[in-house]
DNA sequence: GTCTATATATTGATAGAC
DNA sequence: GTCTATCAATATATAGAC
């Protein structure tokens, strides 16, 4: 099972490598040709999989989003507590605190330099901050804070974003470790 | 006084066509050939002012510096309460969040996209960083925080910066209208 | 499905006449 | 200080033989 043919492993390397690509340098600043390398594919050959490279962009956003789900639905199967899973999610940020400093959020700076000047993929990439917010919102919800929950959620997204960007610009793990410990302190109180 | 001679006068178009063509569109979306247009320049003319893209982008810097410095001090001036002057820094986001909310915020979106591939270059645009980090680091020690007043400082950039992400990415001047209401409070009960 | 060769546009940047 | 012409590099993208 899972068996998939060249085509399609060929087609999955080359998401892969892209998504790793566009979190490290950004997508302006990842050429067609930098994936061709990275995937040890030949030049022109990428074509057959992909159109243009927003399509492969699209690719990639639903890579995360399928990732993602499979991370929510695990916390969500680990612990039955409503505050025990907004947790993992303050958890995942101190466990990606490496990467995060060095390349910041992987959610936010794609979102982010796509506001600016595309917005078309803007709006593509959006569906990963609302996968966020809905799945936060409905624990705000478990804890009865159904009128404020949206707000709730946006608010610890928007302390998550916030927390990432100055750890990302002063590339400082302690940053961010310090900040976490507030948001955890945060959700305990609630 | 104040008087620039033509040449000056041309490199300061520039620069202010630049910055602002850098907000809007991003550092690396914005072409040699759009600042060219905007200045209404001649293609070949702007490089008797600047060599390269990146004289122009630490022009811009310093101008932003300059700015904010300016707007600093105006604030200080205008009042000598520590509180007041924390809830001045809070009114700046309000009062700008139109352009907020459609580019993002200037500083956390130039360091935020830098960081990425460009770290030459995000280390000077830090400076905008470490200007407002030092300023509201005095402010908290006016207000005897002297042990925690740069963890203080750091805080209310981050949520500063995830205000103007979240705000940005929803283009939402309502939850931004939100957010900094709490942040208001956050400076009262301090 | 793979590979070579190439088209076409745009980029940042330069040389040199005026 | 202004303007024209142009360069070299890189970008995305295509055609077509194998």
Redesign the pocket.
């Known amino acids: 099972m899972n068996a998939l043919?060249?085509?399609e492993k060929?087609r999955a390397d080359i998401v892969e490598c892209a998504r790793q690509l566009f979190y490290e340098h950004g997508y302006d600043g990842t050429?067609?040709?930098a994936i061709v390398e990275a995937s040890g594919?030949?030049?022109?050959?990428i074509?057959?999989y992909f159109?243009?490279?927003d399509d492969i962009l699209q690719a990639v956003i639903e890579l995360h989003l399928a990732d993602y789900r499979a991370l929510l639905a695990q916390w969500e199967k680990a612990d039955d507590d409503p505050k025990m899973r907004l947790l993992a999610f303050v958890e995942m940020i101190t466990g990606r605190k490496t990467e995060l400093v060095k390349y910041g959020c992987p959610i936010g700076t794609l979102n982010s330099e796509l506001a600016k000047d595309r917005r078309d993929l803007q709006q593509a990439s959006r569906a990963l901050f609302d996968l966020f917010r809905d799945w936060l919102a409905a624990r705000f919800c478990e804890l009865g804070k159904n009128e404020e929950a949206d707000a709730l959620a946006l608010h610890l997204l928007g302390r998550a974003q916030g927390i990432a960007m100055i750890a990302h610009v002063y590339r400082d793990a302690k940053l961010l470790r310090r900040e976490t410990d507030q948001l955890r302190d945060w959700i305990s109180q609630l």
Chains 1, 2 share one sequence.
């Open positions: 043919s060249k085509g060929t050429s067609f040709s594919l030949v030049r022109g050959n074509y057959h159109k243009t490279k």
